[in-house]
């Protein structure tokens, strides 16, 4: 395992807290492929599902924040992207050259990002759409 789930990590909305355990999942797969010397094409596949998962997430909480009216609606998106932005760079690198990608140096950045990203910007917005989900308990769903 790379990442252990921390309490801290948590931000009290289920939905939102199922995804990042999710993530976090993701990437000690990840981890557990490079680790066992998997082939190329196994960490492409992996990597992939990760880069899956992270954009409907990445929807969820936008929606979540929007609807909450949460101020830094605009920097969080902006946050998003740039990470979209660079996943997909390494990614069509590796897909190019898997042998001209530092597979460990991509794990550090995977876990660094999502962990940073989780205690800082997932949890500024945190107590504005707990707010928002007690008020309207109907649309906690999903
Ligand atoms: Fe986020």
Redesign the pocket.
């Known amino acids: 395992m790379f990442i252990e789930w921390e309490e801290e990590f948590e931000t009290g909305i289920p939905a939102i807290d199922h995804d990042h355990k999710t993530l976090v999942d993701l990437i000690n797969e990840v981890h557990a492929v490079i680790q066992r010397g998997g082939a190329a094409r196994e960490v492409e596949d992996v990597v992939e599902r990760l880069t899956q998962y992270v954009a409907e997430h990445?929807e969820r909480?936008e929606r979540y924040m929007e609807a909450a009216g949460y101020a830094g609606l605009t920097a969080?998106i902006a946050?998003?992207e740039d990470f979209t932005h660079q996943v997909g760079t390494l990614a069509r690198e590796f897909d190019l050259d898997p042998d001209a990608v530092d597979l460990n140096a991509l794990l550090e950045f995977l876990a660094d990002w999502l962990t940073n990203?989780i205690l800082k910007?997932?949890k500024a917005y945190a107590p504005t759409v707990r707010a928002w989900l007690e008020r309207n308990p109907e649309t906690a769903q999903g």
Do not use: L, T
Request: proline share 0%.
């Open positions: 990445f909480e969080h946050r998003h990203h910007a997932d």
